[in-house]
């Protein structure tokens, strides 16, 4: 990777999520995926990028785990209250605001990212210029493995040019847009300066009552801006979030 994209790019990885829906008391980014917690994936494959800057790994002020197992390999922040991906985000401003060029968002409990589709989501970032820039995966179906991806996002694109316009999440969605199988994979790229500028302005009205990262789509299509994306394998987009995901990742 181009050494501008070393020194001007971090990563912030989220891991705050308690895994209620694993019917456990670990962190969810703690539970182990053939033999390792689900948080050294994600993690691994960001030091494989040999970027500069540690990532920023964003953790919960009532669990250490991640921070006891981790140690100096990253950098950490605090969501003190969780409000939503947005708000998790927003908790690495003070870390990295005007150091770095280059933010790309990870989920720490999305274990099969790929260091060399991180190395195309930034480098179609920067060769578009763009505020953002995401990945997304198409699905033939949701069932067998792909069963986790009914709870994703939907792509909702269109115009003339087909440009993403915006992303419903599930929760959200018509059954309409609940057939869509482009989806979300929560994976990524933004132009620092208009991050921190745009997470300060989400709002929470949704059926979570939560800041959701994603919107953040629609304010850029709203300003004018297009978006480009990144297609990866849907094996890079697996998720877990319950037990029966986890199994089905174990499959993979």
């Given at each position: 990777m181009p050494t501008l994209y070393n020194t001007n790019t971090a990563v912030v990885i989220l891991a705050a999520?308690?895994?209620?829906?694993?019917n456990s008391a670990k962190l969810k980014v703690m539970h182990e995926l053939k033999g390792k917690p689900l948080i050294?994936?994600?993690?691994t494959a960001v030091e494989s990028l040999g970027l500069s800057n540690k990532p920023v790994v964003v953790v919960r002020?009532?669990?250490?785990?991640?921070q006891e197992y981790l140690g100096d390999r990253v950098d950490y922040a605090v969501q003190e209250i969780p409000l939503g991906t947005g708000q998790a985000v927003m908790m690495a401003e003070p870390a990295l605001k005007d150091k770095v060029e280059q933010v790309v968002v990870l989920y720490g409990d999305m274990p099969f990212v790929t260091a060399k589709s991180l190395e195309a989501l930034i480098a179609k970032h920067v060769?578009?210029?763009?505020?953002?820039?995401?990945m997304t995966?198409?699905?033939?179906d949701f069932n067998d493995w792909r069963v986790n991806f009914y709870e994703y996002g939907r792509i909702i694109r269109g115009g003339?040019?087909?440009?993403?316009n915006k992303i419903v999440e599930k929760k959200d969605a018509t059954p309409a847009e609940l057939d869509i199988k482009e989806l979300n994979t929560a994976f990524f790229c933004f132009n620092a300066d208009w991050l921190w500028q745009h997470l300060h302005q989400l709002k929470n009205t949704n059926a979570q009552g939560e800041y959701y990262l994603t919107d953040l789509v629609g304010m850029a299509f709203s300003e004018g801006e297009k978006l480009s994306?990144?297609?990866?394998?849907?094996k890079e987009a697996v998720g877990v979030n319950t037990v029966e995901h986890l199994i089905n990742a174990e499959k993979i």
């Open positions: 999520g308690k895994g209620k829906r694993m050294e994936y994600t993690v002020t009532d669990d250490q785990s991640v060769e578009k210029n763009n505020r953002l820039t995401l995966t198409i699905v033939e003339t040019d087909n440009y993403i994306s990144v297609l990866i394998d849907p």
